[in-house]
């Protein structure tokens, strides 16, 4: 079983969200959910800020964790790891 990936990609750029489907001009980040199939790979998405905090954590506490900035904190302190 692979980990879930979320960590942050590019820093101020234009994209588009593959969730929302919006063109946004900011953070960029990386989104793939913890595989429990074998055979299946899930694909990585491309997510702004509100809908990586969505996905990862649901709705529950997400502002909370947004105003700490856990993803970006997690991204800095897992960026040597691979």
């Known amino acids: ?24 001009n900011g953070n960029q980040y990386e989104y793939r959910p913890v595989q429990y199939i074998d055979d299946y790979i899930p694909e990585t998405q491309r997510l702004c800020r509100n809908c990586i905090y969505t996905e990862s954590f649901g709705s529950k506490g997400i502002n909370l964790r947004k105003k700490n900035n856990q993803i970006e904190e997690e991204t800095i302190l897992f960026k040597d790891v691979r």
């Open 1 to 24: 079983m692979k980990k879930l990936i979320r960590r942050l990609v590019h820093t101020k750029t234009k994209f588009l969200c593959e969730r929302c489907g919006k063109t946004i």
